[in-house]
Structures are given as C-alpha cells and as structure tokens.
C-alpha cells in the first residue's frame, strides 16, 4: 500500500515551506549569498511554525526536523556576528 500525504492543512503547509526554507537558509548562508539580517528573518519564520505543538505524528515529526534546523541555523548565526 502506497504510504499516503496527510490532507493539506494551514499547520501542514506552514511546516513544509519552512523545511524547504532551512535548506535555503543553510545554503544560502553558506555560499555568502545570503545576508545575516534576511537569514535572521527566515529563520523567524520557521521558528514560528514550531510554536505550536500538534497532537498528529507526522506534524510531530516535521516539526522538529524544523526545530533542528532553526537550532542550526542560530549557531551559524551566532558564529557570524
């Protein structure tokens, strides 16, 4: 049986662009093609998007991949300024 996409939601949503945005930022800011100031920003976003727990396992999981990659991009950050 084919593993299935849960039905999209606003929560859903919000933590998918936000996994896509992490590598952005990562990648980004490590070819110097990204400011500290807009990395900073984005990240923002993407922290957001965890605040909110969900009862959902799969959302569970999605989000703290986010959170990992929020916790990395602020040490990238701290290290930069």
Do not use: H, Y
């Not at 849960?6 to 490590?30: F, H, Q, T, Y």
């Not at 999981?61 to 950050?77: H, P, Q």
């Amino acid at each position: 049986m084919p593993n299935q996409i849960p039905p999209p939601s606003p929560e859903i949503n919000r933590l998918r662009a936000a996994a896509a945005l992490i590598r952005i930022i990562e990648s980004g800011l490590l070819a110097s093609k990204l400011s500290v100031e807009r990395a900073a920003l984005m990240a923002s976003f993407c922290e957001w998007t965890v605040e909110q727990p969900s009862d959902d396992p799969n959302l569970v999981k999605l989000a703290e991949t986010v959170g990992n990659g929020v916790k990395r991009i602020k040490l990238a950050l701290s290290s930069a300024g």
